[in-house]
């Protein structure tokens, strides 16, 4: 798979798919001003719930974390999403 390398707003209320195809790294950052919520599925499947999501705070975020590790619940875990909350958010995130 050809690298990816994108920044994209996320709605608030609503999940913003942060890969394209399947991940097996990924690295990302908070570039909002509010907290946004990042969770795994397995394919394309947006969650259907925020349980099990982690908190990343402005400026924060993850480089080259193995999903498998950020996510051991969810088996076969290849793609991540993210919430906002309350007001609309922008996440940086790049895989291979």
Avoid: C, K
């Avoid at 913003?16 to 908070?30: D, E, Y």
């Avoid at 950020?70 to 999403?81: H, T």
């Amino acid at each position: 798979m050809a690298a990816y390398h994108n920044t994209q707003g996320v709605p608030a209320g609503g999940w913003a798919l942060i890969t394209s195809g399947a991940a097996a790294n990924l690295t990302f950052q908070n570039q909002g001003r509010n907290y946004l919520l990042v969770q795994g599925s397995v394919g394309a499947v947006e969650p259907t719930s925020t349980a099990g999501a982690i908190r990343y705070n402005p400026g924060q975020g993850e480089r080259n974390v193995v999903l498998a590790e950020l996510f051991p619940g969810i088996s076969g875990v290849d793609q991540a999403w993210a919430w906002a909350e309350d007001a609309p958010g922008l996440i940086t995130s790049s895989h291979a």
